[in-house]
């Protein structure tokens, strides 16, 4: 599982440098900031039970608020277009939406972790 958590924490530190050219940087880079910390964290054995829960918990609740209806049309659109450029904010509202859920799922082996111990 070490290596599990240290890839993901490589992961969520490139995602959180990739967000620099965002709209709301501060935002995102400290988002994935805290999801790098946590999978460090995991990577040296410490699983924080009621902080992780929080932290997947919100993640997840805010893919839910955050969720787009027309996930397919973003899907076919991204496929089109080639390349990873914005071209609307349902664009930029899908890709959130699924960081979200991106951090919630890499940190559930961890939380899982946390509450068996």
Do not use: H
């Not at 935002?27 to 946590?38: D, P």
Request: net charge neutral; proline share 6%.
């Amino acid at each position: 599982m070490k290596y599990y958590y240290a890839v993901w924490t490589l992961l969520f530190a490139l995602f959180g440098y990739w967000q620099i050219n965002d709209p709301d940087p501060e935002v995102w880079v400290s988002i994935y900031a805290v999801a790098m910390i946590f999978a460090l964290l995991g990577f040296r054995g410490i699983f924080p039970k009621i902080p992780l829960t929080v932290v997947v918990v919100l993640c997840i609740l805010g893919a839910i608020y955050m969720f787009p209806g027309g996930v397919g049309d973003w899907i076919s659109d991204e496929w089109a277009q080639k390349d990873l450029t914005m071209k609307t904010p349902q664009m930029e509202e899908n890709r959130e939406t699924f960081g979200l859920l991106t951090i919630a799922l890499g940190l559930s082996p961890a939380l899982f972790r946390a509450w068996r111990k």
